[in-house]
């Protein structure tokens, strides 16, 4: 049976990351997460090849240039992007492919393969995000009021998305995932 391909977004601080890690753990047998390139620099504890391939501004422009990406998108000064070639390779390996991107990226990708299926992982309320992203004592107001603002476009583009996923609990969501990546592969 053909392989598919699942788009996986949510908003800064709804806890995206957390939810596609526990469905990887518990789905990795037909499922892959793509690693994307970026032009960012890698963070203590990230690896080349494994977190992202980490590359130069130059070549991802060279990559732009040849039409060598599915998506791309870029934020603060810095490149994200899927490589065609790659999402291919791991579907002819037998593996259904999930892609956490952002909104513009996901929905460049559903402008190009319509059978992509777009999954939004949304907050509860944008109270309740608020409160995360202040209970992180990461980021100071500023940030945090550019996030919120940001939070609000990408709510905005979520409308275009197949399906939104509360994170209400994390268990919850993610058998939520699991239900509806399961109905469109047996589909
Ligand atoms: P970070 O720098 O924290 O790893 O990622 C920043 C943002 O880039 C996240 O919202 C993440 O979803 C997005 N992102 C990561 N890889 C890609 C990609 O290949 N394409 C697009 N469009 N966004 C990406």
Not at 35 to 43: A, E
Not at 104 to 133: C, D, T, Y
Not at 144 to 168: F, G, H, M, P, W
Not at 169 to 186: F, Q
């Amino acid at each position: 049976m053909d392989k598919k391909l699942f788009v996986i977004s949510g908003c800064s601080g709804v806890g995206k990351g957390t939810v596609i890690n526990e469905f990887m753990k518990r789905n990795s047998d037909d499922f892959i997460l793509s690693v994307s390139c970026t032009t960012r620099k890698p963070r203590p504890n990230e690896i080349d090849g494994v977190n992202y391939f980490f590359i130069s501004k130059e070549e991802f422009e060279k990559n732009i240039k040849e039409d060598k990406f599915l998506e791309y998108a870029q934020f603060a000064e810095n490149y994200y992007g899927t490589k065609k070639k790659y999402v291919q390779q791991k579907m002819k390996d037998g593996y259904n492919v999930i892609l956490e991107i952002d909104t513009q990226g996901a929905l460049q990708v559903k402008e190009k393969m319509q059978q992509a299926v777009l999954i939004f992982i949304a907050p509860p309320s944008f109270e309740e995000l608020e409160n995360r992203l202040r209970g992180r004592h990461t980021e100071d107001e500023v940030t945090i009021q550019k996030r919120l603002a940001q939070v609000k476009i990408e709510l905005e583009r979520s409308l275009k998305y197949d399906y939104t996923v509360i994170n209400d609990n994390i268990e919850r969501a993610v058998e939520e995932i699991e239900s509806i990546v399961r109905e469109n592969v047996a589909g």
